[in-house]
């Protein structure tokens, strides 16, 4: 059920930028935990962004890290991903989620278990990096 509603994809060249943005589809849900995944073809999920909307702290998968930036605007409930530097492998369908604090943990740490189920998605949105 997607409550969650993505936009700004698109196709770059290498080097370039984009702007993701997420924003609620006018449901109540448990956003202390906003966080951008992708993936792509044949690979697994991976999440590559997280922000504690209540202290405004972030993290970043060592695969992004310098290059992309997460934001939030409380005013507008949204969240951002802004994107430089792209590269071709970061080639995949962006995936905007929304959870509880334990959300943020399972971003930064990848390994630990993690019920989905309390998360909220967005549709997606195809980023592709030439």
């Known amino acids: 059920h997607v409550q969650l509603v993505e936009s700004g994809g698109g196709s770059v060249q290498a080097g370039g930028s984009l702007r993701l943005s997420c924003a609620p589809s006018?449901?109540?849900?448990?956003?202390?935990?906003m966080a951008w995944f992708r993936q792509a073809p044949g690979k697994e999920r991976e999440g590559v962004a997280r922000?504690?909307?209540?202290?405004?702290?972030?993290y970043y998968a060592d695969s992004v890290k310098g290059r992309f930036t997460i934001s939030q605007d409380n005013a507008k409930n949204t969240v951002y991903l802004q994107m430089n530097s792209l590269k071709p492998e970061d080639t995949a369908m962006y995936y905007c989620?929304?959870?509880?604090?334990?959300?943020?943990?399972?971003?930064?740490?990848?390994?630990?278990?993690?019920?989905?189920?309390?998360?909220?998605w967005g549709q997606g949105t195809q980023v592709t990096v030439s």
């Open positions: 989620a929304a959870g509880p604090p334990a959300l943020c943990v399972k971003v930064t740490t990848p390994t630990i278990p993690y019920n989905f189920d309390d998360t909220r």
């Open positions: 006018g449901y109540t849900y448990n956003r202390n935990c």
């Open positions: 922000i504690a909307t209540g202290s405004g702290n972030t």
